[in-house]
DNA sequence: GTCTGAACTTGTTTACATCA
DNA sequence: TTGATGTAAACAAGTTCAGA
């Protein structure tokens, strides 16, 4: 196959070339140019010039695309073929988009790990708050069968609610004693969330 | 030996020219 | 006039390789 460079030496014209935006392009020229002659060679590798480098860090900055006449007008004040700077172009436009990836990897990184982080704290705050709903229950269970035993073995006695309330439950009765047996009928551990009696904390 | 970047290769898309 | 086909130019992605 002929070198690209060979075929496209010289075939530069004032076409506007973009992928994606839409914008027209060249004429079609009848006249084939075969000029596989010397300006087409592109030869040996050769780094730009500091100042060559430069100017098209500038335009690249100015334009990532690279329209035909300022590819002409770039390659004719930098002393290089027209071929030479669509390279260029194509070569800077790929390292972008590669610095570009590799920003957005960092960011991606640092979004993932401060997710894992908040996921790590969650997950510690859930094991914290079931230890303490499974105390709660404990002390539910604990408490019924004290109520249980305590009702059954003195069933005929002729205490009063408020006598067994103070000798039961101590400093820890509350106030609505009487009332909370009364709902615990129909809700028992729903009452007792209500009247928050049990602070969890 | 490794890295960087210029040049190349391959495949695809798009606009245009030509012809039936 | 229109649809099919061929061609050139441009691009992205990947590769090669000279020079630092």
Redesign the pocket.
């Known amino acids: 196959?002929a070198?690209?460079?060979e075929?496209?030496a010289g075939?530069?014209?004032q076409?506007e070339?973009?992928?994606g935006e839409?914008k027209?392009?060249?004429?079609?020229?009848?006249n084939?140019v075969s000029g596989s002659g010397s300006s087409g060679?592109?030869g040996?590798?050769?780094?730009?010039r500091a100042e060559q480098?430069m100017l098209l860090e500038q335009s690249f900055g100015f334009e990532h695309?690279?329209a035909?006449e300022r590819k002409d007008r770039l390659a004719m004040e930098l002393g290089l073929e027209p071929?030479?700077v669509?390279?260029?172009?194509?070569?800077r436009?790929?390292?972008w988009?590669s610095s570009k990836l590799g920003e957005e990897y960092s960011k991606l990184r640092a979004q993932h790990d401060s997710a894992v982080l908040e996921k790590c704290r969650l997950e510690a705050e859930v094991s914290k708050m079931k230890d303490q709903l499974n105390d709660a229950q404990k002390e539910i269970q604990r408490l019924s069968e004290r109520f249980d035993n305590f009702s059954s073995s003195s069933q005929n006695s002729s205490l009063t609610m408020h006598a067994m309330d103070s000798q039961l439950l101590g400093e820890f009765a509350p106030e609505n004693f009487e009332s909370l047996f009364y709902t615990m009928d129909n809700s028992y551990i729903s009452s007792i969330e209500s009247t928050n009696i049990y602070n969890l904390e």
Do not use: D, E
Request: glycine share 2%; net charge positive.
């Open positions: 196959m070198a690209n460079s075929l496209y075939l530069y014209t076409a070339p973009q992928r839409w027209p392009r060249r004429s079609r020229k009848k084939k060679g592109v040996k590798k050769r780094k730009l480098a695309k690279l035909s071929r030479q669509a390279v260029w172009f194509q070569n436009r790929a390292r988009k």
